[in-house]
């Protein structure tokens, strides 16, 4: 049974940091690329961050410079440092398999940046 739990949300002001930890289990972690997602109010999910079996990190445009991905295979753990927040950086992070992802969602954690 597939899970995956994030942590590490909370209230920022702009300009603060956050990490966000998901660990997941229930499939062969180190064998998936692993992605970050958001959803804000009104808006599709999107994916913000992921990185490749081999460690290869990709970004969306607005998260370029300002947010890190890395994993931890041994921890089955895959992690978010959030750096330069922006309100626009507001939403709900959930992680999930870069390609095809799991159905089953977690929880997400709730970032919000505000003054």
């Known amino acids: 049974q597939v899970q995956l739990v994030e942590s590490g949300g909370g209230l920022v002001q702009p300009g603060g940091s956050l990490r966000l930890s998901c660990a997941a289990s229930?499939?062969?972690?180190?064998?998936?690329?692993m992605g970050w997602y958001r959803q804000a109010p009104g808006k599709e999910r999107e994916l913000v961050a992921a990185?490749?079996?081999?460690?290869?990190?990709n970004y969306v445009h607005s998260a370029k410079g300002r947010f890190t991905i890395s994993r931890d295979n041994t921890k089955k753990t895959v992690y978010l440092q959030m750096n330069s927040l922006k309100p626009e950086d507001t939403a709900v992070y959930y992680c999930?398999?870069?390609?095809?992802?799991?159905?089953?969602w977690g929880q997400g954690t709730q970032v919000t940046v505000s003054s």
């Open positions: 999930n398999k870069q390609y095809s992802p799991y159905d089953s």
């Open positions: 229930g499939f062969t972690f180190s064998s998936y690329a």
């Open positions: 990185i490749s079996v081999g460690n290869i990190a």
